[in-house]
């Protein structure tokens, strides 16, 4: 009970760590926030090249929306994806980073991972809006599905927060987790269906390897991200009810690990 | 003096415990290799390897409310490790801390401040670190900055502040949480003298607010004046714990006894052709020591040898406290001693026939230079350091030095 009393009390310290962290990204830069609609469109740019162009990639168009547009396809699932692998970095360097503050002040830890996350979450939903406004550019009417667009954003929260809450303190206890990472994204990334469509998939190969596919919790949420803002229409129950239970199960054993194995954050940094 | 059930008693105080460490051990890892990696992990089958030291070894004390709490010992000895477990920052490995009232530590000043971010920004972010909300802090906003005395940089980000600007920002926000229990670490030798004495006054308006104070302190005299009780602590356990002042001799007394004399610490310059080559301490007894009491009979020999004729030389003593605090520096030239010429060996006497110096270690500086004091042939910082134990005058109220002065009562007659 002290425990959901005290992260309830340090509500002000996250408001207040989050700014640090959103304050901090861009100072002394010119275009500072334009930064982190920049990254986005430069390898949205990119990937549009090489995959829709030069490769002639040519997903499906929406079903039912008819849109068919790669750039608009990748992006449905790249801003997604670019919150998970930004929080899974920014939150591993966290406690790394806050060693200064972990050794002098006392307060819940883990308040700076999850500043870590609502900052990333905050530049995920900037994104989003612009994402949205070009949708309904391009004649998506995507208005009605946002609230269960930020519903699903929520959820990914949960999963988001999990693994960052495990990576900042793994990271603490063996530092080349940080080159691990680096090599884990991008496995991942090309394991989930951002720059091609589940069904080249479907495709390819089938069976266990397809069920472990499947099994992706990332592959599942590029999916609903897309049925609800490119397809324009409702995720599969089976989808929904394994985001929803792999996100609240990552969680709690984010929320373990990081207990277990704080009280010697202040020695071992 | 048992030292498992310590109860500091303090007549101006309800007595209630609000700090209570029952049976604390903490055990730190000492790691044979610093092999953070996986690979290592893995090979190995287990993390690296690693020797205990027990920093704290079964400690209890219980600290009243109001008390102001001075914790003493050599380094190592485990006190800033106390601390740190009283303000959760760490967890002990046995036993159990219990802690009423809120805390503010006073570890590092400005721990946090983020260098890009206004003053004005980093007040709210320490702030809220030290577990104010927003809107405590909005109140005490003005208060902070000026007792800082940084209206005008406020705005300012703050990597542009002086190291002095930035302690007085930090300390000005840590000490406005207006905690019940405040937990300082030597933070108050830093700043300027100005601000020195403001943190000085600062904190004994919270004695007088009847606040408590667990002061973690190398500056004994800083123990002596501002706490009642002080604990001693050696090796992780509860040497002795008592009335400050008494502890304080106590430890005084004791501390590098065994210790090697003459042994050199600091810096050394100048042209060479003639040096200092020792420093000594001649004790009452007539031999060289490095340990003496208050009002003791000493002389301070300082032995040279000159490579080449030196016409007039001047010798010079400078002796000085652990914390910098320059107490005095007598030289020949001014006592108008004159030394006509040096050449080969000899030594120079300076003879105290009562020494002021108050309980506390010090340090003796030495030179050798021309007559104008221009040129230094040698100069030896921190030659030889030493250690005064309590002696006649015997003054518990703490200070450098005592004036060696007579009371006398005079009463009007009517």
């Not at chain 1, 999963?159 to 080159?179: C, K, P, W």
Request: aromatic share 10%.
């Amino acid at each position: 009970m002290t425990y959901f009393a005290e992260v309830a009390g340090s509500r002000d310290l996250l408001i207040n760590l989050t700014l640090r962290e959103l304050r901090g990204k861009y100072k002394r830069s010119v275009l500072g926030w334009g930064w982190s609609l920049i990254n986005p469109l430069a390898t949205m740019a990119i990937f549009t090249v090489v995959f829709s162009v030069l490769l002639k990639s040519n997903p499906a168009a929406g079903d039912p929306s008819g849109l068919d547009v790669f750039a608009l396809f990748l992006l449905c699932g790249l801003l997604p994806w670019n919150y998970l692998s930004n929080s899974m970095t920014g939150g591993m360097y966290s406690l790394v980073g806050n060693a200064n503050l972990i050794k002098k002040v006392y307060f819940p830890r883990e308040v700076l991972v999850a500043a870590n996350v609502a900052s990333w979450l905050f530049s995920f939903l900037i994104e989003m809006a612009v994402l949205w406004v070009a949708l309904i550019a391009f004649g998506n009417m995507v208005i009605p599905w946002i609230p269960a667009v930020l519903v699903l954003m929520l959820i990914q929260t949960a999963f988001v927060l999990g693994i960052a809450l495990m990576l900042s303190v793994l990271n603490v206890y063996f530092r080349d987790t940080q080159h691990l990472i680096g090599i884990v994204l991008q496995v991942w990334f090309y394991g989930t269906p951002i720059i091609y469509p589940l069904s080249l998939v479907q495709q390819h190969i089938s069976g266990w390897l397809y069920t472990l596919y499947e099994a992706n919790p990332m592959a599942q949420f590029a999916q609903a991200y897309r049925n609800l803002m490119y397809d324009l229409r409702w995720p599969t129950a089976g989808n929904i009810t394994y985001v929803v239970l792999v996100s609240a199960a990552t969680l709690v054993a984010g929320a373990l690990v990081f207990r277990r194995f704080e009280g010697r954050l202040a020695e071992e940094l | 003096m048992d030292p498992r059930a310590p109860q500091a008693d303090r007549t101006d105080s309800d007595g209630r415990p609000v700090i209570v460490v029952d049976g604390v051990t903490k055990r730190f890892r000492l790691y044979d290799e610093r092999n953070q990696s996986l690979k290592a992990a893995v090979m190995r089958g287990r993390r690296a390897r690693y020797e205990e030291f027990l920093a704290l070894d079964d400690i209890s004390l219980t600290v009243p409310q109001g008390a102001t709490i001075g914790l003493i010992g050599e380094n190592g000895s485990g006190k800033s490790t106390l601390l740190k477990c009283m303000a959760r920052i760490l967890r002990p490995d046995a036993g159990t801390i219990s802690v009423d009232g809120k805390v503010s530590a006073l570890l590092e000043l400005g721990a946090g401040f983020h260098p890009e971010l206004s003053g004005r920004e980093n007040v709210y972010l320490n702030g809220a670190i030290l577990g104010l909300s927003s809107k405590e802090l909005d109140s005490r906003f003005d208060s902070i900055v000026e007792f800082a005395g940084l209206s005008r940089f406020i705005d300012s980000p703050v990597k542009n502040y002086s190291s002095g600007m930035y302690v007085r920002l930090g300390f000005s926000v840590a000490i406005n949480v207006s905690p019940d229990i405040l937990l300082v670490d030597e933070v108050l030798a830093v700043g300027d003298e100005q601000f020195q004495t403001k943190c000085a006054e600062k904190f004994a308006d919270l004695r007088e607010d009847g606040k408590t104070i667990v002061l973690v302190s190398h500056a004994l005299g800083t123990v002596r004046t501002m706490c009642e009780q002080a604990v001693w602590l050696e090796h992780g356990k509860v040497r002795a714990i008592g009335t400050a002042g008494d502890v304080v001799d106590d430890y005084v007394s004791e501390m590098h006894q065994g210790r090697a004399e003459g042994e050199s610490h600091g810096g050394r310059w100048g042209s060479g052709e003639a040096v200092i080559e020792r420093v000594e301490l001649i004790g009452k007894e007539g031999r060289p020591t490095g340990h003496i009491a208050t009002g003791d009979d000493v002389t301070i020999r300082l032995h040279y040898r000159a490579d080449e004729p030196i016409p007039r030389p001047v010798f010079g003593v400078g002796i000085h406290t652990m914390g910098g605090v320059h107490v005095t520096g007598p030289n020949t030239h001014e006592a108008k001693v004159p030394i006509e010429k040096i050449d080969g060996t000899g030594h120079v006497d300076l003879h105290v026939s009562r020494v002021l110096l108050l309980p506390g270690t010090y340090d003796i500086s030495v030179a050798l230079t021309d007559t104008e004091i221009v040129h230094t042939f040698d100069f030896r910082q921190r030659a030889m350091r030493f250690d005064v134990g309590p002696g006649t005058p015997h003054e518990t109220f703490g200070g450098v030095t005592s004036l060696g002065g007579e009371w006398h009562w005079h009463p009007d007659r009517d």
